[in-house]
């Protein structure tokens, strides 16, 4: 099994070469690019945050003329909170965009785009699963407390076990299996992170490993 971010794409191809059980190769972006992973929410019908891929000062404008403040401004492949800002105004968020594509993300890549998407209220979860020909069996969940700085990084403050009893449980499982679903995610692990919103369970992000 993988555990490197980077490293999830590049065992997917190996096991197809080698004839081995594989994730959906023609997903293989959706589970590590962040603008991609609601692509194929979207595609699926699945709930997403609103989000939109973003090179200069009008995209951001113009998302936040209909979707109002604040924003997160995302890196498109990383992991963890790294390059990931909530912005409290388009000045704000404009800065965090030319900062992103203006060099290389934590992993090497230099971005394309930046990723800004409307900043979702509520308690945030993250779900882990295995998966064998499809089926996808939730092992364990945790409940985040994250903290926004002054500057806008989303800092870790602590990380708890969610019990399997828990009300919210059930409900968040069946959102993350429907994630990992609409990623082509059918074999290995997947850590999907979920925040309990007003309308809903609504995906963070999903990482195959």
């Known amino acids: 099994f993988h555990s490197n971010e980077p490293d999830t794409s590049v065992a997917d191809f190996v096991a197809a070469g080698l004839g081995l059980k594989h994730n959906d190769l023609s997903r293989v972006l959706s589970r590590r690019d962040k603008a991609a992973m609601k692509d194929a929410l979207s595609a699926a019908g699945v709930r997403h945050t609103p989000y939109v891929r973003a090179t200069d000062p009008r995209h951001v404008a113009a998302f936040v003329e209909t979707h109002g403040l604040p924003v997160v401004v995302k890196t498109p492949a990383c ?84 019990d399997v009893t828990a009300c919210i449980y ?25 925040k309990d919103a007003p309308q809903g369970p609504v995906m963070v992000e999903i990482g195959a490993r």
């Open 79 to 162: 992991a963890s909170s790294a390059d990931v800002s909530v912005c409290e105004s388009v000045d704000e968020a404009t800065a965090c965009v030319a900062e992103i594509i203006s060099r290389p993300s934590p992993w090497g890549h230099l971005p394309a785009a930046a990723v800004v998407e409307k900043f979702i209220e509520g308690e945030e979860y993250a779900i882990n699963f295995m998966a064998l020909d499809g089926r996808l069996h939730a092992t364990d969940m945790w409940h985040y407390e994250r903290h926004v700085s002054d500057s806008g990084a989303v800092l870790y403050l602590q990380v708890a076990s969610v």
């Open 170 to 194: 059930e409900a968040l499982v069946e959102y993350a299996k429907e994630v990992c679903k609409a990623v082509g995610i059918r074999h290995g692990p997947a850590h999907v992170e979920v």
